[in-house]
């Protein structure tokens, strides 16, 4: 029978630890609110007693979400943290005070100082004191995975006899590994079990080196009812384990886990960039699940097991984890079978053998020359051989009229930003003036405004492919049309340049969608 994980998101207190990535109250509302439709189980909201802005966003995200998840804030074991949270949480329609004290040899002696005695006693003492203001209260024995076992069993007994309804185990500074990790969490179980059958054990795992899922994923198999985690993995040092990890590596192997979370996992990738946009923290391009490239496939033997059988290369659906669709990168290591299914998809098909060969041929020549390749691309590609074809020869009928970029112009300044661009579509030039906020701002308005497509910017990013004095700059772009997201990227020496040519390349997507969607048969 599969069990029902609880999932603790702390991305509003661990995850804001980051460095630079301090949020205001709206901006944590608005990550709150994109939680509750995430369906995560508890929402961790901050540390209320670290300052007045973090009291009251904790107070008004408790306030807001109604009968929402269960928001807790976090103190430390003494009376005057404890009130701050009860204060902050107390209109919540599930509130919890989660309370944190170590208990390693590390913590006891070298960072607090005390006895083991007299620190047992400060967290019994505390429990009790939460446990007169609410029922239900969380104790997290921090360093628990660098902690003498015997110890840490007499902590964890004296607190739940004291009243604690959720025993949190932290692998607070990544230590762990998960054959021990998942070990200790079955003693624990099993113990606790005995103890009150009734009371939640949890973990919280840190990625120090790089193992906090693996971890967590460990402890589920032993007995854990309660994972805690963050979107993306963010927070202090190296991170936390990541949700999105933990809730997909449970749904994809639920024979071996026999667990499975109530998270609405089409909601991860949108919660991914929300949180990612509104703390300024990249998301690195290969990072399980959330990455640009978790589902890009560049490799020609990939791609052409992907186009006879996704389930060849994919383990998840894209889809299901709220990513539109796989992204088939050409590159010069694409092979036959993916270059015919992008022109598939340009319409233009039925090419005779020694003809498909001729541009394939001359595809590769192109992608030698540059690291990835766009539809705009292959349609240069294309125009170029039938431009060499022979008078009378057959050319497959087509008509995508896609757009091209023939020049732009932008110029920067604090005054005015202004741009100019002239692009070609079926040997029209279209020209456009525009100004903006910003260089950017004013390239993207006139491209609008030249295409006439009412497509709205959903996400514009910039960043550095290669080092040195000519470094590749990437800019993505997604962009939003009746409802459908169309997504594009382009590099460039130029990062202006490639700007302009990864927001045509994706306008181009729009206009093959809608080609295809006119002309099925095509």
């Known amino acids: 029978m599969k069990r029902k994980i609880i999932v603790l998101d702390t991305t509003l207190r661990d995850g804001e630890q980051v460095p630079g990535a301090k949020l205001n109250l709206g901006e944590k509302l608005e990550i709150a609110r994109q939680l ?15 300052s007045p802005g ?38 919540a329609s599930r509130p919890l005070i989660h309370i944190v004290l170590g208990t390693s040899s590390i913590h006891v002696k070298d960072k607090l100082r005390k006895s083991e005695d007299a620190v047992l006693q400060m967290g019994i003492d505390a429990v009790k004191y939460a446990k007169s203001l609410l029922p239900d209260v969380q104790y997290s024995t921090e360093d628990a995975s660098r902690s003498d076992f015997e110890y840490l069993w007499k902590t964890i007994e004296a607190v739940v006899k004291a009243g604690a309804t959720m025993i949190n185990v932290p692998d607070t500074v990544g230590y762990a590994v998960p054959e021990e990790f998942g070990e200790l969490i079955g003693k624990i179980n099993y113990r606790l079990k005995n103890l009150d059958d009734n009371v939640i054990l949890s973990v919280h795992c840190h990625n120090d080196m790089g193992l906090a899922t693996p971890n967590t994923l460990a402890a589920v198999k032993n007995g854990a009812g309660k994972v805690e985690c963050t979107m993306n993995g963010i927070g202090e040092r190296a991170g936390n384990a990541a949700l999105e990890e933990i809730v997909m590596g449970l749904k994809v192997r639920p024979g071996y886990y026999m667990a499975d979370t109530n998270i609405n996992t089409r909601e991860i990738k949108r919660t991914s960039e929300l949180v990612s946009s509104v703390m300024g923290l990249d998301v690195q391009v290969n990072k399980a699940i959330t990455g640009d490239n978790a589902f890009a496939h560049s490799s020609g033997i990939h791609q052409d097991g992907l186009l006879k059988a996704r389930k060849a290369y994919e383990i998840i659906r894209p889809e299901d984890v709220g990513v539109e669709s796989m992204d088939m990168v050409l590159t010069a290591r694409s092979g036959k079978h993916a270059f015919k299914n992008a022109l598939d998809k340009l319409g233009f098909r039925d090419f005779q053998e020694p003809e498909f060969t001729k541009l394939f041929d001359s595809f590769l020549e192109f992608a030698d020359k540059r690291k990835e390749v766009y539809n705009s691309d292959l349609y240069y590609i294309l125009k170029k051989h039938f431009d060499k074809s022979t008078p009378g020869e057959t050319k497959p009928e087509h008509n995508i009229e896609l757009y091209e970029i023939k020049s732009i112009q932008v110029i920067s300044n604090d005054i005015v930003p202004t741009a100019c661009v002239e692009l070609l579509r079926s040997g029209n030039v279209l020209k456009s003036i525009a100004i903006g906020d910003g260089p950017i701002d004013a390239l993207y308005t006139a491209i609008g405004k030249a295409t006439g497509l009412d497509a709205k910017l959903k996400e514009y990013k910039v960043k550095s492919v290669s080092a040195g004095k000519e470094a590749l700059g990437r800019a ?37 969608d809608e080609f295809n969607t006119c002309n099925p048969a095509v």
């Open 36 to 50: 509750k439709r995430l369906n995560v189980d508890i929402i961790e909201a901050g540390f209320s007693a670290s």
């Open 476 to 512: 993505t772009v997604k962009l939003e049309y009746n409802g459908k997201i169309y997504a594009s990227r382009a590099v460039d020496v130029d990062i202006i340049k490639s700007s302009a040519i990864a927001y045509i390349n994706a306008i181009n997507e729009l206009v093959i």
């Open 54 to 91: 973090d009291f009251q966003a904790v107070q008004e995200i408790s306030k807001e979400l109604g009968d929402g998840p269960v928001i807790t804030a976090l103190a430390r074991a003494v009376k005057t943290d404890i009130d701050a949270v009860y204060e902050s949480i107390k209109n």
